[in-house]
């Protein structure tokens, strides 16, 4: 956050306070939340108000802000992004998106912000993070894990759950890959 965006989340506690603001208060008040984005510290200064008598303090709007943070990425976990989970960058992607989900911009919306064309053939380097199982991981993934403990959505990989969560080598359960084959044999036969 600047200078000037402090001095207005102090002008808008001011309009609720009567607080004389300036620019040595705008200052320690920026070393102590400065890192918050402004469009949320303003509204928290609205939501502090609104449900509170305190005087407002730094720390009542990291709270805020923070809680309305963590709120905006509850529903993340369904909304993880329809790339390759082997890309190179789908870590990147993910990143990108969570950061936008928290800042409350929509996931459309953050990742056409950051698109760039989609190339006719992928890149040598995205074929090579694939991988040989690309086929076989990407046709297991077109169906839920019926594995027990593990039940998985559709394009997510599997999972091993017990002394901690970690992924499969091969990002699908052999009976997950059988399951998919089922399907596709059904969709061909036309029954």
Do not use: N
Not at 154 to 182: I, K
């Amino acid at each position: 956050m600047s200078d000037q965006q402090m001095l207005m989340v102090l002008a808008k506690a001011s309009g609720f306070d009567g607080r004389h603001p300036d620019k040595a208060v705008a200052a320690a008040w920026l070393e102590a939340i400065g890192d918050l984005p402004f469009e949320d510290t303003l509204e928290a200064v609205v939501e502090h108000y609104a449900t509170s008598t305190d005087w407002l303090k730094p720390g009542h709007l990291r709270a805020i802000v923070e809680r309305t943070r963590a709120e905006r990425l509850r529903s993340v976990d369904r909304m993880i992004p329809p790339a390759d989970p082997d890309a190179a960058d789908y870590s990147a992607q993910l990143q990108r998106m969570l950061a936008a989900v928290a800042d409350g911009r929509t996931v459309t919306k953050a990742l056409a912000a950051g698109a760039r064309p989609i190339p006719a053939q992928p890149s040598a380097e995205y074929v090579a993070a694939r991988g040989p199982d690309y086929v076989r991981r990407r046709t297991a993934l077109a169906v839920p894990c019926p594995v027990e403990g593990c039940r998985m959505d559709v394009g997510r990989p599997c999972r091993v759950f017990g002394a901690g969560r970690r992924d499969l080598p091969t990002g699908y359960h052999p009976g997950r890959l059988e399951a998919a084959r089922a399907v596709l044999d059904q969709e061909v036969r036309g029954t």
